[in-house]
């Protein structure tokens, strides 16, 4: 029997939502200011592990398995994958759970639905904070294809038909073992807690490989060219916004802030120093205090303590 990842205080529950069947946990008081987690790919509500207790301290927390993660449900086909269907479903979620305003924190994956829903329910949302990504038509549109092979090369894997489902299959460990390496130390961790076979269990699931995969092509299909299209518009995010970068991950050597700078209006970014992609994994002290400190902005002001000294910013 391995190791129990799970932090204590959490608490699983199921619903129905947007016609499908969605998982999630839930922490903290639920009449405190209500925070809602979002992960990123290849995981699910457990990347958030580390920092969901300090979160709890303070806030009513919910982080759900996002639609074809974890123990969500994982449809078949593209169709459903986009970031305003799997939005929806969160905001579904949400609604049932009588949750009203509240601070969005994505990672990855996550932040894209994160974005979309501070878009699509901007009343809802009192602040977003985004992990570690760029706008997506971003990435295809101002990266040269030898960059994008090199930090994104998943990206375009991901959107070959039928051919990587066939290629992972029966290799997921190798898959994602390869994804996580790439922060030093990141997998010995995980396999030390737990939440390595945690996240294997979930990837081996019937439908698992090609929900993830849909979620890309998705992306690429549906949620660029509407970001296009947005953009001509003139469509912006307009909540204040937090970005959190890894000085090791894909977003090194970039402006961050000034880059989403141009599709939303309130932006503050800091980057995480001594950290790849997964940041709330590698860095989870850090991380944490820079997440209480936004959301303390964003709600009613709350004793929370400074962010620390081991990071670099720019407003």
Known sequence: MGKNPEPMGVTHGWADVNGIRVHFVEAGSSSAPPVSLLHGFPQSWLMWRLILPELAAHFHVIAPDLRGYGDS???????????????????????????????????????????????????????????????????????????????????????????????????????????????????AQMRADGAWDEYLRAFRQPGAIAAALNDYRATYAVDVPRYRREREAGRRMTAPTLLLWGERGNLAERNVPEIWGSVADNVRGTMITECGHYLPEERPVEVAAHLLEFAASCFAPVELPAAPPNSTGTR
Do not use: C, N
């Open 73 to 187: 449900a994982k449809p078949g086909g593209v169709a459903g994958y986009d970031k305003g269907t799997m939005a929806a479903d969160v905001h579904a979620l949400l609604a049932q759970l009588g949750v009203g305003r509240h601070l969005l924190i994505g990672h990855d994956r996550g932040a894209r639905v994160a974005r979309r829903y501070a878009l699509d329910y901007a009343g809802d949302v009192v602040g977003a904070a985004l992990l570690d990504i760029l706008p997506e038509e971003w990435i295809y549109d101002a990266l040269s294809a030898g960059e994008a092979a090199q930090r994104y090369w998943h990206w375009t894997f991901h959107l070959v038909h039928d051919l990587p489902e066939r290629l992972i299959a029966g290799q997921e460990d190798t898959y994602l073992a390869h994804l996580f390496e790439r922060s030093p130390g990141l997998l």
